[in-house]
């Protein structure tokens, strides 16, 4: 997996293709978030989770992705992904999350704590 390679430190050499088989590899990402947070696991999961916005963050900045498609699967794995961040936020005993997405190309996502 092109994340676990970027995790571990490993040279990876960024093109159209990188962020393309990042977003293939994020099904596989999408099942370890949740064991986590099943596991109650829950700052694992947001760590996991957080690892992969910014790898996507920092490909898409190098070298975007040509498909047109780019967007409708990044908001796929969103729409897979909100399960398991629904679970991690109420066991961070967090009040709310957002998952944001902007272009030319970055997600971020916010967690609220009441003070």
């Not at 490993?10 to 990188?18: D, M, N, Q, Y």
């Not at 949740?34 to 957080?50: C, H, S, T, V």
């Not at 794995?77 to 398991?84: D, F, H, L, T, V």
Request: net charge negative; proline share 2%.
């Amino acid at each position: 997996m092109v994340l676990d390679k970027w995790l571990t430190g490993e040279v990876i050499f960024l093109s159209a293709h990188t962020i393309d088989q990042a977003l293939d590899d994020l099904e596989e990402e999408t099942e370890r978030i949740r064991q986590f947070a099943d596991a109650g696991k829950y700052w694992d999961g947001y760590i996991r989770l957080a690892a992969c916005i910014s790898f996507l963050n920092m490909a898409g900045q190098q070298e975007p992705s040509k498909r047109r498609d780019i967007m409708e699967r990044l908001l796929a794995w969103i729409q897979k992904i909100k399960g398991a961040a629904d679970k991690i936020v109420r066991g961070i005993e967090a009040n709310a999350y957002s998952i944001g997405v902007s272009a030319p190309f970055g997600v971020s996502i916010s967690i609220s704590y009441t003070v």
